[in-house]
């Protein structure tokens, strides 16, 4: 079973910041925090990664609280092409651990 | 450089006619995963690869599915005989390694509809 729990939907406009919110409560102190996302009709892809500390990479920024419960996804200047389901997952990144996808949350993104 | 190769990206059979996916991973992955992903929801590992060693295969219906990975490159998954319930789609996605933090890189899939 999936370690994480997303909201279903969310809606953003476009050109906002579209925020999205994942809790990982039962996380381990070496699990990461692992954010994909699948446009509709394409594998799922790779967006961003973290252990503790905040991260951003030409994608994403990903903002993990200090207790690691919970952290989010934030995607800065949404378009319409950034609309599609977002999965959190956590995962010790070590050989043998699997991912283990959720439903995730579907982003619309409005214009 | 070219992603992950899936064929063929839609296959529609019938009940109880066997159907066979291909992929073929990155260039240099050694670590390569069958996923299958049904309607609104994420996806399920089926089995994954070491080179040509199938590492984990816990959730592959092993009465029906069987896959292969030939010389450690391209993969094959079989489902024979197929049931209304197989269809999905199936997701190949392969990584560097198995390890570390090396992020998956998924193929397109294959949408397979059993009438």
């Known amino acids: 079973d999936a370690k994480t729990t997303q909201p279903p939907s969310m809606d953003c406009a476009e050109g906002r910041a579209a925020n999205l919110p994942c809790n990982h409560s039962?996380?381990?102190?070496?699990?990461?925090v692992y954010w994909y996302r699948q446009i509709h009709s394409q594998g799922p892809q790779y967006i961003i990664h973290g252990l503790k500390n905040n991260e951003t990479n030409e994608m994403a920024s990903l903002i993990i609280t200090e207790d690691r419960k919970s952290s989010t996804l934030i995607l800065p200047h949404a378009t319409l092409r950034d609309t599609a389901v977002y999965y959190c997952?956590?995962?010790?990144?070590?050989?043998?651990?699997?991912?283990?996808f959720g439903p995730g949350t579907r982003l619309s993104v409005l214009p | 450089e070219a992603g992950v190769v899936q064929s063929p990206r839609y296959k529609i059979i019938e009940k109880k006619q066997p159907v066979a996916f291909w992929c073929n991973p990155i260039?240099?992955?050694?670590?390569l995963y069958w996923y299958r992903q049904n309607l609104g929801q994420g996806p399920e590992l089926l089995i994954r690869y070491e080179n040509e060693e199938a590492v984990d295969d816990s959730q592959l219906p092993k009465d029906r599915f069987s896959a292969e990975r030939l010389k450690g490159v391209d993969s094959t998954l079989k489902i024979q005989p197929a049931e209304l319930g197989d269809s999905a789609v199936y997701l190949c996605?392969?990584?560097?390694?198995?390890?570390?933090?090396?992020?998956?890189?998924f193929g397109p899939g294959t949408r397979l509809t059993v009438l």
């Open positions: 997952i956590v995962r010790v990144a070590s050989y043998g651990q699997n991912f283990v």
């Open positions: 996605a392969s990584s560097l390694d198995g390890g570390n933090q090396n992020e998956q890189f």
């Open positions: 039962t996380i381990s102190g070496n699990e990461y």
């Open positions: 260039s240099g992955h050694n670590t």
